[in-house]
């Protein structure tokens, strides 16, 4: 009765049939997407046998995250949200089928996956921040948003532990274009969900200014917060130190173990793993108050875990490290997003996860590029410490920072009755 109470309370935000019609959609979606993107990385590395290719197929699908995505947030605050999704999806989905085409055709080349990779990009420039912001519109009652955030984060990340070990099977089989033309079916699930959505239509803004007025009002909002710019400041970096090892994964599975891509695979979802243990466990959380002091120690998860994975030459120790390592970018990713959505002004919500999102995702494909370059000079384990370093360093600064951060978003969790007052 008692288990029975508690996994209740952990997927109370399911009540709500538009936020369960969603969560379905995405669920179904997003194994394909983590299958292609598996896919891609093999492909790559299987033309060209070289760590810098990694980096530059992942520098150009991130780049427009890091160009568009802080100006699309000024978009999501103007737009139908729903709508706007339809259309990135469908999108999505038609990058999907040409690229499985081009690959069952054996016509794949490297200007082709990394055109296709930016064009990816520039969708999910638009469709990250309107689809974090939407998450906040699903659920009725407050008290239940912090929930919905972390069981979409479970989406991802359980989707990061499918996924993979999908790919990793399908591809000591098959061509990558069968994972990429999965991925493209994939897509209709979500869109069907989307359709089904019925969400009392928000007020349209009468007095829209320009773009980069209010793209400028977005920033000056975020970095005259403390809180707000410290937390930025730590997920760029370990977006470009930490989570960028990533990247270098093929070569962990093919040079440090002798593996193929059922390696890739299985190295890959042991980092899912940890993710979903991390959503869950956040998902778990009565309330956002103490989160400040979850991200600091996340982050130091991160760093020692990545430390501990660069030396390992064992491939059972290796993926508990990832695990741990998944758990920590997990909560130190997800935590960051609840707090920014749950402090945010309401008009200004869609241009604040605009910049989150540029932070976490926009800095990744130049810690992409860096590792790649830093592999080939270096070698990858080398790469993957140093990044650990970086972020057990970043992890102290912001733990330094936790009480100044308290009397700044208590104040603001109490107006919005999220706390009580003390």
Not at 166 to 186: D, K, P, R, T, Y
Not at 237 to 251: E, K
Not at 281 to 306: E, F, H, N, P, Q
Request: proline residues 3%; hydrophobic residues 55%.
């Amino acid at each position: 009765m008692k288990i029975d109470k508690k996994l209740r309370f952990v997927l109370r935000a399911l009540q709500y049939k538009n936020y369960r019609l969603f969560f379905i959609g995405q669920c179904i979606s997003l194994v394909g997407t983590w299958i292609q993107n598996i896919a891609v990385s093999w492909l790559v590395y299987r033309i060209t046998h070289s760590p810098f290719a990694l980096g530059l197929v992942g520098f150009a699908s991130q780049i427009p995250t890091f160009l568009f995505t802080p100006f699309a947030g000024v978009f999501v605050d103007r737009c139908n949200k729903r709508k706007l999704l339809v259309i990135t999806q469908v999108l999505a989905m038609v990058q999907a089928f040409t690229l499985g085409i081009v690959v069952l055709l054996n016509a794949a080349a490297m200007w082709q996956i990394v055109f296709l990779s930016v064009l990816l990009g520039i969708i999910n420039a638009l469709d990250m921040p309107a689809r974090h912001a939407f998450v906040y519109e699903l659920v009725d009652k407050k008290e239940d948003i912090s929930n919905a955030i972390a069981l979409h984060s479970s989406i991802f990340n359980g989707s990061r532990l499918v996924g993979p070990l999908i790919a990793g099977v399908l591809l000591s089989f098959v061509n990558e274009g069968v994972c990429f033309l999965i991925n493209g079916i994939s897509f209709f699930a979500v869109i069907l969900a989307l359709l089904s959505i019925k969400i009392k239509e928000g007020v349209p803004r009468k007095e829209a200014k320009a773009v980069l007025e209010e793209f400028k009002k977005g920033f000056a909002y975020a970095f005259s917060s403390g809180p707000i710019r410290n937390i930025l400041i730590l997920v760029s970096t370990v977006s470009l130190m930490g989570i960028s090892y990533a990247v270098l994964m093929p070569v962990f599975a093919a040079n440090i173990f002798s593996g193929g891509p059922k390696t890739l695979g299985f190295l890959m979802s042991q980092a899912g793993l940890g993710a979903l243990i991390g959503a869950v466990y956040l998902a778990s959380r009565k309330s956002v108050v103490g989160l400040c002091g979850d991200i600091a120690v996340s982050t130091a998860i991160i760093g020692i875990g990545l430390i501990l994975f660069s030396m390992s030459r064992a491939i059972w120790l290796s993926a508990f490290l990832l695990i741990i390592t998944g758990f920590g970018v997990m909560v130190q990713s997800a935590g960051s997003s609840t707090i920014l959505q749950m402090i945010a002004d309401d008009d200004k919500r869609g241009r604040l996860l605009s910049i989150f999102i540029t932070s976490f995702i926009g800095v990744m494909p130049f810690g992409a590029l860096l590792a790649g370059a830093m592999a080939d000079r270096i070698g990858a384990p080398n790469t993957v410490m140093i990044g650990g370093i970086v972020c057990l360093f970043v992890a102290i600064f912001f733990a330094r920072q936790l009480k100044a951060f308290r009397n700044v978003i208590h104040p603001i969790y109490v107006k919005k009755g999220i706390m009580a007052e003390i």
